[in-house]
């Protein structure tokens, strides 16, 4: 956990939504301004705070990555099913689509960059950067340490070069600011990779296997067969199975199952969706057959996933 959070009074997240959905904000849109050619956004903590609050409530950002970075302060972090408490310096990687949610002091310092998704795999094509779907984790890298200083530092400068872009009417104005982002999101990735919660074999996923993902990411509420998602490639099934094998050590069904179950726990933590709900919007027709599924491949039921998910919450905030 980066920094020392002793005697810390700040509350976590409230993770209990009545709301039977996990609200998707479109962060370029925020200020009211048309979403950025440049397909990147860069504001203050104080200023993020201004619109969204210091605790808001838990959201994702279905078509952007978000990248949070705390010079100093308090803060509580969730990021899917991983907690995060302490203090700054530290650094927060949000995928696209991620549930998410955070509590920050008021005295807190920092900075929210936000990397439109189609610009995001750009920047892996044309800098050799590993953000391939599979690859992507979110995570929390601790910089209190002299080399996170260091880093910190690097980045502070990169927000410095990036909020004159931004506003900006230069005819290279675009350019910049794309390489700016680019920078930084490779800056943040390395931190990933040295901390051991993000994969740069990314870049080298076989295009074929990423085709695979995007299209379960597309279609795994319909419960598709292995089949048809072969057919969808227009290759067999076993060559199906071996690229996943090859590419991921597991078989397509295990990446099928694995991706609704991720679903079904980000509900489960961050909304108030009933089972019924749930079991619809994840494309099963019978909520006891969803139940099974879920115990087969977690070992304890919905029920009692999201119970111990509150209790834990209930516990820290005491804490």
């Excluded at 956004?41 to 950002?61: C, D, K, V, W």
Aim: net charge negative; with cysteine.
């Amino acid at each position: 956990m980066p920094g020392d959070v002793a005697g810390a009074t700040l509350s976590l997240p409230d993770l209990t939504r009545p709301s039977s959905v996990i609200p998707d904000i479109n962060v370029m849109d925020l200020w009211g301004e048309p979403v950025s050619q440049a397909g990147v956004q860069y504001e203050t903590i104080h200023r993020f705070a201004e619109l969204m609050g210091r605790m808001p409530p838990p959201h994702r950002h279905a078509d952007c990555l978000q990248i949070h970075v705390i010079e100093s302060g308090m803060f509580h972090f969730v990021l899917d099913e991983e907690r995060h408490a302490g203090t700054g310096p530290a650094v927060f990687f949000t995928p696209p689509a991620v549930p998410h949610a955070f509590s920050l002091c008021g005295d807190a310092i920092g900075h929210v960059l936000t990397v439109r998704q189609d610009l995001l795999w750009q920047m892996a094509r044309h800098h050799d950067l590993p953000v391939q779907r599979e690859a992507l984790r979110p995570f929390c890298a601790d910089l209190s340490c002299e080399k996170g200083q260091e880093t910190v530092n690097v980045i502070l400068s990169c927000f410095s070069l990036l909020a004159p872009e931004l506003r900006s009417a230069a005819p290279s104005r675009q350019g910049a600011v794309r390489l700016l982002a680019a920078f930084i999101v490779a800056k943040v990735l390395e931190l990933g990779t040295q901390d051991g919660q993000a994969s740069a074999s990314g870049s080298g996923q076989p295009s074929l296997y990423r085709r695979f993902l995007e299209s379960v990411e597309m279609h795994y509420p319909e419960h598709w067969s292995v089949a048809r998602y072969a057919q969808d490639l227009n290759i067999t099934q076993s060559r199906l199975y071996e690229l996943c094998q090859d590419s991921a050590g597991r078989s397509p069904k295990a990446v099928l199952n694995d991706r609704i179950v991720q679903e079904a726990r980000r509900y489960l933590s961050f909304s108030g969706i009933s089972m019924k709900e749930l079991a619809g919007v994840l494309g099963f027709e019978d909520v006891n057959y969803f139940f099974r599924f879920f115990k087969r491949l977690t070992g304890e039921t919905p029920s009692t996933y999201r119970h111990r998910i509150r209790a834990a919450s209930k516990v820290e905030n005491v804490q």
